[in-house]
T-cell receptor, first 113, second 112 residues
Framework: EAGVTQFPSHSVIEKGQTVTLRCDPISGHDNLYWYRRVMGKEIKFLLHFVKESKQDESGMPNNRFLAERTGGTYSTLKVQPAELEDSGVYFC???????????FGPGTRLTVL | EDQVTQSPEALRLQEGESSSLNCSYTVSGLRGLFWYRQDPGKGPEFLFTLYSAGEEKEKERLKATLTKKESFLHITAPKPEDSATYLCAVHFYGGATNKLIFGTGTLLAVQP
């Protein structure tokens, strides 16, 4: 069974540009999560989808971040315009049910110059 | 404030030298506590879930235990391949949220 996949693995952009990250969850997992780890800090929650609906987006830093999950399958996280403080590793995770373990993807390392 | 604290930040062991990692938490209503392993450049890899005080789970050289305020990850006779960052995360009852709150991790290095 394929795990959670993320694309790209690395992205280097300049301040003010736009970047879109993609996550493909484990097949059949209705719950999809985005997390972020900035340098030296713990992994922090960004938002949670149940199928195509946003269940909790309390961790989204500001309105420069837009997450979508059209059709309840893969998800995208767009940062527009990117700022220096957006640099970090963005992880996607998925789970079958609300109380089940969350399985993580390899992450996308975003560097904003 | 809901918080997860892991100690030590880093731990260096000789191969075969057993030890324990600590995860203490202050959350109102624990739904579950998760242990993950993370290798450099990779995402967290799920190890264990613990749901109630007194529960224990084992996998090879690892054993996780849970009390009302903390969890321990015991490593028995570690090998160099056990070197990684070990992350603790808690899942708690809090309205509609299903997020995990992570600690900063313990970086474990096992020397041959």
């Amino acid at each position: 069974e394929a795990g959670v996949t993320q694309f790209p693995s690395h992205s280097v952009i300049e301040k003010g540009q736009t970047v879109t990250l993609r996550c493909d969850p484990i097949s059949g997992h209705d719950n999809l999560y985005w997390y972020r780890r900035v340098m030296g800090k713990e992994i922090k929650f960004l938002l949670h989808f149940v199928k195509e609906s946003k269940q909790d987006e309390s961790g989204m830093p500001n309105n420069r971040f837009l997450a979508e999950r059209t059709g309840g399958t893969y998800s995208t996280l767009k940062v527009q315009p990117a700022e220096l403080e957006d640099s970090g590793v963005y992880f996607c995770a998925s789970s079958q049910g609300l109380n089940n373990e969350q399985f993580f993807g390899p992450g996308t390392r975003l560097t904003v110059l | 404030e809901d918080q997860v604290t892991q100690s030590p930040e880093a731990l260096r062991l000789q191969e075969g030298e057993s030890s324990s990692l600590n995860c203490s938490y202050t959350v109102s209503g624990l739904r579950g506590l998760f242990w993950y392993r993370q290798d450099p450049g990779k995402g967290p890899e799920f190890l264990f879930t613990l749901y109630s005080a007194g529960e224990e789970k084992e996998k090879e050289r690892l054993k996780a235990t849970l009390t009302k305020k903390e969890s321990f990850l015991h490593i028995t006779a570690p090998k160099p391949e056990d070197s990684a960052t070990y992350l603790c995360a808690v899942h708690f009852y809090g309205g509609a949220t299903n997020k995990l709150i992570f600690g900063t991790g313990t970086l474990l290095a096992v020397q041959p």
